[in-house]
């Protein structure tokens, strides 16, 4: 017979006990899935450049028509002042654009919310505004607008206007019912409601306006510009593809639709971030799953 107190003794002090082991920090692993999701995208570019130079060297195509990677890089470089100062004044458009679009869809679709009677007297000519093509209308506007700048940023806060106001009054109408005549019960008024409970439900609706409408002011922007056919030191993008499509400076041309296409895809990381952010902790859409 062994003495229980003995084996006490002789027994290992290494072990872990089953009940600690929820204590032990986690194992991390290398985000592959999260290298991937940027190492993909980045090495289809690189094959699409690649392909791209070896079309035009194998079949020997002028550089008026397309241009080498080699040329349009170099383009880059060498008309980088003129090119960016085209890019500054694009951006500011399309950012003014933006910040009144928000600033204004998203007072209206309170308003709308609040007031029937102010729903059915305005969002009938919102509709009407957005399905009107820009290109109709800008003549218009470049007529009676005093400059030229202020005419190009109403035709750009026109068309990112609508989706913030649309996608906003949407999630002002979505709120639970159960949940508002819970509220009405507690003998909430109708501004705590609106704080409460109906901002916050349509928080995802009004960042989900938010990413398509910084695309649509960008392109917004552009078109306006290309109607309102502006020239001079204080153009933007558009004007300087009109100008190398009318020299036939290919390469420049190409360094500026670069410069666009990057453009949008930085708003859209941007927006797309800001709404991550709001909405990582809570929301069904940006909340992690294991499965």
Known sequence: MTDPDVNKMTAPTNQIDPSEVDLLPPVKTFPVERVLR???PIIML??????????VDAYDVPHYIL???????TAMVTDWPILSAALVITLEITLTA?????VGGLGLAILMSQSRWIELALY???????VTPIVAIAPLILIYAPTTYSALLICAWLVAFFPILSNTTQGLK?????????FELYGASRWQTLYYLKLPNALPYFLAGLRIAGGLALIAAVVAEFAAGSAGAQSGLAFRLLESQFRLNIPRLFAALILLSATGVVIFSITSLVSHLFLRKWHESALKREN
């Open 98 to 102: 933006l910040g009144i679009a928000l």
């Open 38 to 40: 940027v190492a993909i």
């Open 67 to 73: 241009p080498s990677p080699m040329r349009v890089a």
């Open 46 to 55: 690189g094959l699409l450049v690649l392909l791209w130079a070896w079309y």
């Open 124 to 130: 009938p000519y919102a509709v009407i505004l957005q």
């Open 174 to 182: 979505s709120t639970d019912h159960n949940l508002l005549n819970l």
